[in-house]
């Protein structure tokens, strides 16, 4: 009954674990914690076995769906790894307009299966990132700042608890288990098998503006982009990326790059909705500006993922503000004079004043998301780049409210996620549902 699947785990030492191990891991630094044993679920029946193993050997249990975690948090030392990548079914219903969805399904192959059949739902912004852990952490997704962070999407949950038991939950059964999920992120304790989510109608127009200004320009455009943050129509995403150099436009330069994609009914409202943008005070000096361009989300992720190269190495931190730009500015001077090679990035992302939300742990955000993406190839350069994105974002934690899950970095800087009580109900839900700590939970805290 505790047995392991046949052919589908590695013990440390056996062939194919380390095979089985670097593939749990999309980043390319994989760091150097080695679980006692790797499970490869094939089907529910799979993941049941594993927990209700980890329960009988007192293990813990990390759970991996895309893998796309920078921190790789399901990488732990001893106890269990559980990949759930192969529970990647889809079953949409077209008419109610609801999906379940299997937690290795990738996001952006679901996005673009689904506006095949006219239907949208706020997956996220790249290639490879499954819905499992975006779900979870919150999901900040195409069209998000419309539909909300895609975890308000989530109408219920199958879950595997620590006892193996198979549990459905959503706002009447077990609504706390439910509560938890639509935020907790690498700190759920439980296995999720499958989700069923709200979908929405293809938004007939998408489209997008870009400007790219010269680094000179820094303070003016990110003084005028705070000044304007609370104005931006909520159909439009305002992405600010700045890099040492922006080779999708042939800049050999540092540049400070304004791609903003919108969801509208039509192609006048698209236009409407970015028209603010094209009123940079330093609009003449930029390199590119197209105030609209008809865009859809194949050549979305195509352009995003340029961003994003796989076989690099990552780290990444993050959070979320609303500090006048006087106050950011030194900051983002100073991120700018430091910032690593391409693709190494800072991303500047226009977000709030949110609406009121759901009753859910997902419960902190801010008018202005800035986020480190420190990208490198060789391992030799480990020492030289691993900790800029985490420096920086510490010089810059007094003017922080907190920090999101999907880029965090808590195991080497812990910060807040979530209000004050949203903690104190996750661990009580996390007494209930996992009174023997058998799932790991972030790799830090505050
Ligand atoms: C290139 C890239 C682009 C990204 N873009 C976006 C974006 O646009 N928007 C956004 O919101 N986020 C984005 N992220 C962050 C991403 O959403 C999170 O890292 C998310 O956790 C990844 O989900 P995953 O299933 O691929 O990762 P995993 O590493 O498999 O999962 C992350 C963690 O979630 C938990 N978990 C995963 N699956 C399960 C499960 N089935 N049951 C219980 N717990 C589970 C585990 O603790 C795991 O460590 C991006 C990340 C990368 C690397």
């Given amino acids: 009954m505790n047995a392991l699947p046949d052919g589908r785990h590695f013990f440390r030492g056996d062939d194919g674990y380390e095979p089985a191990r670097r593939a749990t891991v999309w980043n390319a630094r994989l760091p150097q914690r080695f679980p006692d044993v790797i499970v490869q679920a094939a089907d529910v029946a799979d993941v ?28 732990r030392d001893g106890g269990l790894l559980l990949d759930v990548s192969r529970l990647d079914s889809c079953v949409v219903d077209v008419p109610a307009m609801t999906a379940v969805v299997g937690p290795g399904k990738g996001g952006s192959v679901l996005a673009v299966e689904l506006a095949e059949r006219g239907l949208f739902f706020p997956a996220g912004h790249c290639r490879g990132v499954a819905v499992g852990g975006y779900l979870l952490q ?90 304007i943050s609370a104005d931006v129509d909520r159909r ?33 409202d698209a ?11 330093v609009r003449d000096d930029a390199l590119v500006a197209v105030p609209f361009a008809p865009a859809d989300l194949p050549s979305w992720f195509e352009a995003v993922m340029s961003n994003y190269p796989s076989g690099h190495r990552y780290a990444t931190d993050n959070m979320w503000t609303s500090a006048p730009a006087t106050e950011l500015l030194p900051g983002i001077r100073r991120i700018i004079e430091t910032m690593p090679p391409h693709p190494s990035h800072f991303l500047w992302l226009n977000w709030g004043p949110s609406p009121a939300r759901q009753d859910m742990a997902y419960s ?11 990208a490198w190839s060789d391992p030799a350069d480990d020492t030289r780049y691993g900790d ?3 420096t920086n974002m510490a010089e810059m934690a007094h003017l922080a409210t907190g920090v999101q899950l999907a880029d965090e970095n808590l195991g080497q800087r812990p910060a807040r996620f979530a209000t004050d009580a949203s903690m104190a109900r996750l661990d009580a839900v996390r007494a209930q549902y996992d009174p023997q700590g058998r799932f790991h939970s972030w790799m830090g805290r505050v």
Avoid: M
């Fill in 48 to 75: 049941v076995a594993a927990v209700r193993y980890a329960a009988a050997h007192d293990v813990k249990v990390g759970i991996r769906s895309g893998g796309h975690s920078w921190a790789a948090n399901h990488v």
């Fill in 138 to 227: 919150g999901g900040y997704g195409w069209n998000s700042r419309v539909v909300g962070p895609a975890c308000e999407s989530v109408l219920g949950l199958e879950v595997v608890t620590a006892d193996g038991e198979q549990v459905y939950c959503d706002a009447r059964h077990h609504p706390e288990l439910y509560w938890a999920a639509r935020g907790s992120g690498p700190g759920f304790f439980g296995v999720v098998t499958a989700f069923h989510l709200r979908l929405y109608p293809k938004p007939p127009v998408c489209g997008s503006s870009l400007y790219v200004y010269p680094i000179e320009t820094a303070d003016e455009v990110f003084g005028w982009a705070r000044a």
């Fill in 236 to 268: 439009v995403e305002l992405q600010i990326v700045t890099s040492s150099e922006i080779p999708g436009v042939g800049l050999r330069a540092p540049g400070i790059v304004l791609a903003s994609p919108v969801f509208a009914d039509t192609e006048e």
């Fill in 271 to 281: 236009k409407a909705a970015l028209a603010l943008l094209d009123s940079c005070p």
């Fill in 364 to 374: 902190l955000e801010d008018e202005i998301y800035l986020a480190l993406y420190t």
């Fill in 388 to 390: 800029w994105a985490r």
